[in-house]
């Protein structure tokens, strides 16, 4: 979700995800909303669909898929190279893992970036698993980030502590 409100933007992530490239791709598709100028001065955009499944058609939402592919791969529409025509979960990782120093991109979106490419979203989430390994709670360490980042001086003690509870930063 992006809200916008007297010209700030403030993104809501609510996906759980145990892959940083997943977090980091749904992150920048946001980014690209505000960016692209789709959500205004005071507006809100909330992406019912995952921005990584590559499900929904809509321009806004292709134009914020191509520029989180830009500010992720360098390139709004990469042109990834691997040597098969089909291929499962373990072949993609396998490949990215391999051709990730090449492309100086990290190998998990690398595997989305050839999602984008082939069409193959269910293919490239199978092979996160492979990539990574069991994956970790990703969104600790984006609140992390959230809690180092946000000004909080204005917001009064009732939302600092609701902002703390629902970043799970301490007990409460």
């Known amino acids: ?21 997943l977090t980091a791709f749904t992150l920048a598709h946001e980014i690209g909303h505000i960016a692209l100028g789709h959500v205004g001065g005071s507006g809100i955009i909330v992406d019912a669909e995952d921005p990584a499944s590559g499900a929904d058609g809509d321009d806004e939402e292709l134009a914020a898929d191509r520029y989180a592919l830009e500010l992720l791969m360098g390139s709004p529409d990469p042109d ?57 709670p990703v969104w600790k360490a ?3 980030v959230a809690a180092r980042e946000l000004d909080l001086t204005d917001a009064g003690s009732d939302s600092t502590a609701f902002l703390a509870r629902i970043l799970e930063l301490r007990d409460g």
Do not use: C, K
């Open 80 to 136: 990834i190279r691997i040597n098969f025509d089909s291929f499962n979960s373990a072949e993609l990782a396998d490949a990215v893992l391999r051709a990730a120093p090449e492309y100086g991109v990290e190998p998990g979106t690398l595997a989305l970036a050839v999602a984008y490419r082939r069409d193959a979203y269910p293919v490239a989430m199978a092979a996160m698993r492979f990539i990574y390994g069991s994956g970790s």
């Open 1 to 21: 979700m992006v809200v916008g409100n007297g010209g700030r933007h403030a993104v809501l992530l609510s996906r759980d995800a145990r892959y940083p490239a």
């Open 142 to 144: 984006v609140n992390q």
